[in-house]
């Protein structure tokens, strides 16, 4: 019998949690997972599970599909409980579903170790379960472990997975070891399924910095700047575009900007100051290095 049959009722427990990718700052790559459960839509297309693939999911027997209609009115409204009801009743011989079931209940309660356990059975009993690698890699990663992470990624997409925010995360793992052509095609690969995502063009600008690509790096952070003007990373990050491109005037222009918002930072303060010296405007210069 086919996971189909729970796809409705088990999306209910599901639409209680996910996960959040932002990067924070152009000095400090990192995962936010502050609002790891709030988000339906990321759970919808990086936790869905049942009934969508039937070729690389696994499919239960009778009793096992009698069991889950027992738990599924735990599975939203306590799913810890749901979870130690179903490890009571699974046995070395239970369907992988029912492992992928049980590490998905301890990934919604954000228990990393017995999620990434329970998923990782999962896939030994069924190696092409798509879904398994693809939420393994996520557990991976929010316990910084983007080796292992990224291993899973390239098995979920080699079974197909075409979200846009597997291509995301895949891209930011690439981006932290400076593995910029990797995390220029990752990240493209994301804005062309994701189109609105301001993290993945983030993500795309910072490769393209990476790769000396600065024209068109430039080009990217206009668009940012364009859709998000009060966020003060798009504008500091342009500033080396600008630099690179023989344009003072141009960086300085966003560096005042930052000063007027109140994130001009150190660092940036004694660059505006050493903009200043290289143009000769040394009474600016001055006035800067004191602040």
């Given amino acids: 019998i086919s996971m189909k049959t729970f796809t409705r009722a088990l999306a209910i427990f599901l639409l209680g949690s996910a996960a959040t990718f932002a ?27 049942y009934g969508a693939l039937p070729d690389s999911e696994p499919t239960v027997d ?9 738990l599924i009115p735990l599975f939203n409204e306590n799913p810890r409980v749901a979870a130690a009801r179903l490890e009571q009743e699974i046995e070395p011989d239970s369907s ?6 049980l590490a998905t209940l301890y990934f919604q309660e954000q228990e990393l170790e017995k999620a990434e356990e329970y998923y990782k059975v999962a896939i030994k009993k069924h190696d092409g379960y798509q879904s398994a690698h693809k939420n393994l890699s996520i557990v991976y990663l929010m316990q910084g472990k983007t080796v292992e992470a990224r291993a899973h990624m390239h098995e979920a997409i080699a079974l197909g997975e075409k979200d846009g925010r597997l291509f995301g995360l895949l891209g930011y793992t690439y981006l932290a070891e400076e593995n910029y052509l990797a995390a220029e095609a990752a990240y493209s690969q994301a804005i062309l399924l994701e189109p609105e995502n301001l993290d993945w063009k983030l993500g795309l600008a910072k490769s393209l910095l990476g790769l000396e690509k600065y024209q068109e790096a430039h080009n990217l952070f206009e668009v940012l700047i364009a859709q998000e003007p009060s966020k003060p990373e798009f504008w500091r990050l342009q500033v080396n575009t600008y630099l690179a491109m023989d344009q003072p ?7 005042e900007v930052l000063r007027r918002m109140g994130e001009l930072r150190p660092p940036s303060r004694k660059l505006l100051g050493d903009i200043y010296m290289s143009l000769e405007m040394q009474d600016q210069a001055i006035a800067t290095y004191q602040a």
Avoid: C, G
């Fill in 62 to 70: 009778k009793d096992e599909v009698e069991l889950f209609r027992d």
């Fill in 96 to 101: 992988a579903a029912m492992y992928y079931t």
């Fill in 23 to 49: 990067q924070q700052d152009s000095d400090e790559m990192r995962i936010q997972w502050d609002e790891v459960w709030n988000d339906p839509v990321f759970v919808q297309k990086f936790l869905r599970s």
């Fill in 249 to 255: 005037q141009q960086a300085i222009a966003n560096l």
